[in-house]
């Protein structure tokens, strides 16, 4: 078995939550009689340092035991939380990117065509809470520029031929451009007490992101000699994260889309493969577990013209409910099925993440099921739509291993961003150290054969 110093950790902080609550019912009880039968504070005192009493005696152990579980937990979480990655992890690690990306950051986790632009400090990464929408005017909408010197075609001209085309215009006949809505700003402050992730929202829509996005990817896979003249251009701003829409609209449209890894009760990570029918999202390959971009309703109130709180957790809501028909009405006398079978308090935010082949920006979450992967998938194995994925399957830490270590020869099989996502998770669940330990191992392992 491996040590995993993360997973002892979060054992730990569950055994300092139970004993801590256990003295304090406990001790309340016992200091109340001792105060009652007392005469003085003196003998009160007394009696409490005496240790004649076995109660007394009790009381103290359970004291000390809950201060010395809790100096251990915040010892190992300093260690996990100031890990950095192995020189040796890295360089795997960047063996395993696409060149597209070499150039775009420094000290942050990729893998394929994905890579951070935030990260958690720590493993078990952010509340949902932290996430706050800072700005959003519901009635200014990008516009491409005029004129893109660092990036040719990517203006408004182009774009209007693009939006005039019949596939378009059909497309805003069956009232299909949906609105979209995209980052022009996500910043972390790692303020120890209080961490926050601060977002900028504006208005776009589908046939604008299907521009940007044809664009982008045109540049990575068709046409090399335009990707060696301008994605030093492209890498610039992404190092940068996003211009603020209020100084310079030049930025590279996105859709904010939740990339959530469903965690099984047997610790799994789920895979649920795209169907065939899905022609705009790489179609037939794995994903883990589902994506989802954001819609109005996740994030702005209308009646109170504000931007909601808890808009984290209706996204993750919103995307269970629609993938699996999940049902999140009271039952007669009992919880929802949703609450039933999700454990929303469970709910972290891993990372910010860019897709590199469309230039997009997406936040990996994990939230972990009250059941098995077998319970889970003979319960709601059958999709609602199965325009979305058609099969689910599951897999440890060592197929995670397995999957990250044998691309790009198996790139065909999983979702461009199926790579970081899965890296998160074992990042998740067994901490910096065992990460880079277990990667070594198995790619020297491979290296051997």
């Known amino acids: 078995m491996i040590f995993n110093l993360w997973d002892i950790n979060k054992k730990l902080v569950w055994a300092e939550r139970k004993f801590i609550e256990g003295t304090l019912a406990y001790s309340s009880g016992i200091i109340i009689n001792l105060i009652t039968d007392a005469k003085s504070i003196y003998e009160f005192t007394n009696v409490c340092f005496s240790f004649e009493k076995p109660a007394i005696l009790i009381t103290w152990i359970l004291i000390a035991t809950t201060i010395a579980i809790a100096i251990t937990t915040r010892f190992l979480r300093y260690i996990n939380k100031n890990q950095s990655p192995s020189a040796e992890f890295y360089k795997i690690m960047m063996n395993h990117t696409d060149s597209v990306l070499n150039n775009i950051g420094l000290n942050e986790l990729s893998w394929g065509f994905n890579k951070n632009i935030h990260r958690s400090k720590e493993p078990a990464g952010w509340l949902p809470d932290a996430f706050y929408i800072s700005d959003y005017e519901d009635n200014i909408e990008y516009q491409f520029p005029t004129r893109n010197g660092e990036l040719p075609d990517y203006d408004k001209s182009h774009y209007d031929l693009f939006a005039q085309s019949e596939a378009m215009q059909k497309c805003i006949r069956k009232k299909n451009n949906r609105e979209r809505f995209s980052v022009s700003l996500i910043e972390p402050n790692y ?259």
């Open 191 to 449: 303020n120890s007490k209080d961490r926050k992730v601060e977002i900028k929202l504006i208005k776009t829509n589908w046939i604008s992101l299907q521009f940007s996005w044809n664009y982008f990817r045109r540049l990575d896979f068709s046409n090399q000699v335009i990707n060696n003249n301008h994605l030093d251009k492209i890498s610039e701003k992404m190092r940068k994260a996003f211009l603020d829409y209020t100084q310079d609209r030049d930025f590279a449209i996105n859709s904010f889309c939740l990339h959530l890894i469903i965690e099984t009760k047997d610790g799994k990570a789920v895979l649920a493969k795209i169907s065939r029918n899905k022609h705009n999202d790489y179609p037939a390959t794995w994903a883990a577990t589902l994506g989802e971009q954001l819609e109005k309703d996740d994030f702005y109130d209308p009646y109170t013209n504000t931007t909601r709180n808890d808009f984290i957790q209706r996204w993750v809501r919103r995307a269970l409910l629609e993938e699996f028909d999940i049902s999140d009405k009271p039952k007669y006398e009992h919880e929802s099925e949703y609450n039933e079978i999700v454990n929303e308090k469970s709910l972290r935010v891993l990372s910010i993440d860019l897709e590199g082949d469309i230039y997009n920006i997406a936040i990996t979450c994990v939230v972990k099921l009250k059941l098995t992967f077998d319970e889970f998938k003979n319960n709601k194995g059958i999709w609602a739509d199965s325009e979305e994925s058609t099969e689910l399957r599951s897999c440890d830490l060592s197929e995670i291993r397995d999957i990250l270590l044998n691309y790009p020869q198996n790139s065909n099989m999983y979702h461009p961003s199926t790579y970081l996502r899965l890296l998160m998770f074992h990042l998740y669940k067994s901490g910096t150290s065992e990460l880079c330990k277990s990667i070594s191992r198995d790619y020297n392992n491979i290296k051997k054969t």
